[in-house]
């Protein structure tokens, strides 16, 4: 069954360093989405993507973030400049048509020190 | 209560014990979908109910909505060990592409 990858499981990174998190939706899939969930607190969205520019983004979602699909199967979330409130899972999902059933990857674990 | 808030909190049964969660929301929605999530793992799909269906199975999972009421219910039959981890309710407004995630309920089954 197709199923969203993501890379790394983990990551740690001193504050104030970039961050690349990588994500490989399903192959058929258009819409893709970043999502985050701080250490026992809710599933909280980020951004969705759609034709190759962003269709909707959070609060959160300032301009330390940005989000790039740079071939036909990666699309990934980069942080610039991470502060230790940026530790997080990091999950990616993706859905075939919106506002379908979105499948989410196993998610990166973000650590900032 | 908060946009997909579930209840209870947390849940304590003994194998083969049925497991009833609910979730309530705020706005109109098009989908709710349910989720679980081993601890510290991912988000595995479950099941989505669409705003004009009133109910809908999928396995031991019987899923209700009420639109009017703006809640849900996430139906466990003869749960198991395995099914110990938590469940998050997700709605989606139409015109909106983000999901909104409830806080959880955390379901613990003992063998």
């Known amino acids: 069954e197709p199923e969203v990858t993501q890379t790394p499981s983990h990551q740690v990174t001193q504050m104030g360093q970039e961050v690349i998190l990588r994500c490989v939706p399903i192959s058929n899939h258009l819409y893709f989405y970043w999502y985050r969930q701080i250490l026992g607190q809710k599933v909280e969205f980020l951004v969705s993507?759609?034709?190759?520019?962003?269709?909707?983004k959070s609060e959160i979602f300032d301009d330390q973030f940005s989000v790039e699909r740079p071939d036909g199967s990666n699309f990934t979330l980069k942080i610039r400049s991470t502060k230790l409130e940026d530790s997080a899972m990091y999950f990616c999902?993706?859905?075939?048509?919106?506002?379908?059933?979105?499948?989410f990857g196993p998610g990166t674990r973000l650590l900032v020190l | 209560s908060q946009q997909g808030e579930e209840d209870p909190q947390a849940l304590s049964i003994q194998e083969g014990e049925n497991a009833t969660m609910n979730c309530s929301y705020k706005t109109s929605i098009n989908n709710l979908q349910w989720y679980r999530q081993n601890s510290g793992r991912g988000l595995v799909h479950l099941i989505l109910i669409r705003s004009n269906e009133r109910e809908k199975h999928s396995g031991r999972l019987r899923v209700t909505l009420d639109t009017s009421k703006k809640s849900s219910s996430l139906l466990i039959t003869a749960s198991r060990a395995a099914d110990t981890a938590s469940y998050f309710c997700?709605?989606?407004?139409?015109?909106?592409?983000?999901?909104?995630f409830g806080t959880g309920t955390r379901l613990l089954v003992s063998p």
């Open positions: 997700a709605t989606d407004e139409w015109g909106f592409q983000k999901l909104v």
């Open positions: 993507f759609y034709n190759n520019e962003i269709s909707e």
């Open positions: 999902a993706s859905s075939e048509p919106i506002l379908e059933t979105q499948y």
